[in-house]
């Protein structure tokens, strides 16, 4: 089996529960490994992640515990950057085994071809997000950052997470129509001059499957914070599934 996910957004400060949340997340692994061949994990599975030369956020040990695990196992395990796990710097890769991605990348499992992206950059995003993001990405601006002491950056990076995510929580979770979501705009876009079989995106923090033209799919994987959704691709067949939200875990 293949497995997708996406945003977890591990620490972040509107979780009210974290370790349980990040519990979930560990048993969610421990399921999968039972048949998982290869996971992607698309972007946004930590809330805010910096390395600094000799340091790495702290927390999410068991979480970053079972990763090695698997990938100990053969599990071959992708982790994409999102719009806020940027600045990953080997540890990822060195530490704890994982295959890291910047860009979105095409392959192909089985008979079918996949394009695999985060989702944030790929469209006319509003302007202010377009800043932010050259910021973000900026190698000059993130050795600044490395300047800052790690308490201090950290703690920023958390508060500007959860000012954004309160700022545009009323639209998330909400499908807005094929005209109006992005990442299907660009999905059609795509499919105009690439020939892929899915599109498969995280960020929008919606579970969606729709089909296009000529059988194509685009989806959105949903997210691991509220909707904890998941994709699965057994070699001929993709779906979404869902995993059983305890009572008492809160966002």
């Keep these: 089996m293949i497995y997708f996910l996406s945003d977890a957004h591990l620490g972040s400060l509107l979780v009210k529960e974290p370790r349980l949340h990040e519990k979930m997340l560990v048993n969610?692994?421990?399921?999968?490994?039972?048949?998982?061949?290869?996971?992607?994990?698309?972007?946004?599975?930590?809330?805010?992640?910096?390395?600094?030369?000799?340091?790495?956020?702290?927390?999410?040990?068991?979480?970053?515990?079972?990763?090695?695990?698997?990938?100990?196992?053969?599990?071959?395990?992708?982790?994409?950057?999102?719009?806020?796990?940027?600045?990953?710097?080997g540890y990822l890769e060195k530490e704890v085994g994982l295959i890291v991605h910047k860009q979105p990348i095409t392959i192909e499992i089985g008979n079918k071809r996949f394009f695999l992206a985060h989702g944030d950059g790929l469209y006319a995003e509003k302007r202010g997000f377009q800043v932010l993001?050259?910021?973000?990405?900026?190698?000059f601006i993130q050795m600044l950052f490395s300047l800052i002491p790690a308490r201090v950056?950290?703690?920023?990076?958390?508060?500007?997470?959860?000012?954004?995510?309160?700022?545009?929580?009323?639209?998330?979770?909400?499908?807005?129509?094929?005209?109006?979501?992005?990442?299907?705009?660009?999905?059609?876009?795509?499919?105009?001059?690439?020939?892929?079989?899915?599109?498969?995106?995280?960020?929008?923090?919606?579970?969606?499957?729709?089909?296009?033209?000529?059988?194509?799919?685009?989806?959105?994987?949903?997210?691991?914070?509220?909707?904890f959704s998941y994709g699965v691709f057994d070699g001929n067949e993709f779906r979404l599934e869902f995993v059983e939200i305890p009572d008492n875990f809160k966002v």
């Design 28 to 89: 969610w692994l421990d399921e999968v490994k039972k048949d998982a061949k290869v996971i992607y994990l698309l972007g946004d599975m930590f809330d805010f992640w910096f390395e600094y030369s000799t340091v790495v956020p702290k927390g999410f040990v068991r979480f970053l515990g079972k990763l090695a695990e698997l990938v100990d196992a053969g599990i071959e395990i992708h982790f994409f950057t999102g719009n806020h796990d940027i600045w990953t710097f």
């Design 153 to 227: 950056g950290q703690g920023f990076g958390y508060s500007w997470s959860k000012s954004n995510r309160e700022k545009i929580k009323h639209i998330e979770n909400k499908f807005r129509g094929e005209e109006n979501e992005n990442l299907v705009v660009f999905a059609k876009k795509y499919l105009e001059s690439n020939d892929v079989d899915f599109l498969i995106f995280g960020h929008r923090h919606i579970a969606l499957d729709l089909q296009l033209k000529n059988q194509k799919r685009v989806v959105i994987l949903g997210d691991f914070v509220s909707i």
């Design 133 to 139: 993001r050259k910021i973000f990405h900026s190698p």
